[in-house]
């Protein structure tokens, strides 16, 4: 088939950035200086001016970038940390590997993010934070768990994995809670060519104990004062996404506007729409919609040359990785988790496909 509408075509992306990607490949390989550098120290800085926050450092990816969090705050063997049932694998994972104990928390069904209501009634002497994940792009609604985290005295821990330049009551995420972790994964909305991720918060102490640990412990050479990890941004990736971070805005401006054609055009009563309050709450890194056969409707969209993916298809609790949470019953996650599958959205999709993608999708019985 010579006209699949692809999911994202990451070759397209990049390639409305070639130019100036070519010329900081070549400005770093020139420099034969490759980790933690100028062009490392310039992205860090644009991108906590991006997000509002003091500080940015940045991290091999995503992952590590949440794992040095929570390491960073002494979180360990017998600590709870609260995380949404209906998230990436990768939230939970920086949890256990810690030591900590995840604590999951069932989302709102009309959100997909955690459901703020359903959060005190966790919360137990062993809590120490509650991390939030801006799922599919979307701003957790922060009100409510600011009071609960104020009350209870834990820290919030964003995972923006998905959420790059989100607001929420007019700030950034990366900025809403005490700390966060974002990932730069080639598909993520600021991805670059490889992998990468970042740290941004407002607390000196935290940052610099983050930085030290993200590079074997280490401030200065040699002076080692925490055990700590090899996980840094390489200077081409900075150099990479310092070019793309100018681009944001205009990407995500494109992706909802994509949002809004499919909101507006796609009318099937077989097909769950996602619903949003406030414009700029999100950024549509994901559009998924919910359906009764995912099985049979992604099978008809294929057919009709229209690639999609399903984020994600087994919940974090029902994996094989984590057994010991299997027998746990969290109805809602579940039920997402059977019926969510991912439209086509990216900022390089054109007119004719969006219409003929919701045009498909309203053609379906
Ligand atoms: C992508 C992602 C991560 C992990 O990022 P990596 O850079 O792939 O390690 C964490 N959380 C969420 C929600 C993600 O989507």
Redesign the pocket.
């Known amino acids: 088939m010579n006209n699949v509408i692809k999911f994202l075509d990451l070759r397209k992306i990049n390639e409305t950035y070639r130019k100036e990607i070519d010329a900081a490949v070549k400005r770093t390989l020139d420099s034969g200086w490759y980790l933690l550098g100028k062009e490392n120290e310039v992205f860090c800085k644009n991108f906590a001016a991006y997000c509002g926050t003091k500080y940015c450092v940045g991290a091999a ?4 970038a ?1 794992t040095l969090i929570i390491r960073a705050y002494g979180f360990g063997s017998g600590d709870e940390i609260i995380v949404p049932a209906n ?2 694998i ?2 939970v994972l920086a949890v256990s590997q810690n030591g900590c104990t995840p604590v999951f928390v069932e989302p709102d069904l009309n959100t997909y993010n955690i459901n703020p209501d359903l959060i005190e009634e966790k919360i137990t002497s062993k809590t120490k934070a509650i991390m939030v ?1 801006h ?1 599919y792009g979307q701003a957790v609604k922060m009100d409510k768990i600011w009071e609960i985290a104020k009350k209870y005295n834990l820290k919030i821990i964003e ?1 923006s ?2 959420a790059h330049g989100a607001i929420y009551n007019s700030k950034k995420t990366g900025n809403l809670g005490d700390v966060a ?1 974002f ?3 080639p598909g ?1 909305n600021l991805g670059c060519l490889g ?3 970042a740290v941004t918060t407002n607390d000196e102490e935290l940052y610099k104990k983050i930085k030290a640990l993200a590079n074997y412990g280490s401030n200065v050479k040699y002076h080692n004062i925490y055990k700590g990890v090899n996980s840094r941004l390489d200077e081409i990736q900075a150099a990479i996404l310092d070019i793309k971070l100018k681009g944001l805005d205009k990407d995500n401006a494109r992706r909802r506007e994509i949002s809004d054609f499919y909101r507006k055009n796609i009318k099937n009563p077989l097909i769950v729409l996602p619903e949003v309050k406030n414009e700029e709450s999100h950024v549509w890194h994901i559009f998924a919609v919910r359906v009764q056969d995912r099985t049979k409707f992604q099978k008809y969209l294929e057919d009709k040359g229209i690639q999609t993916l399903i984020h994600y298809p087994i919940p974090p609790h029902k994996q094989e990785a984590y057994k010991e949470y299997n027998h746990l019953s969290l109805p809602v996650t579940e039920k997402i988790h059977k019926e969510i599958i991912s439209l086509p959205i990216s900022p390089v999709m054109t007119d004719k496909e969006i219409k003929k993608v919701s045009e498909v999708v309203c053609e379906y019985k």
Request: hydrophobic residues 30%; glycine residues 18%.
């Open positions: 990816n995503g992952l590590d949440l998230t990436y990768a939230s994940v799922l995972d994995a998905q972790g990932s730069f994964y993520k992998d990468g991720g």
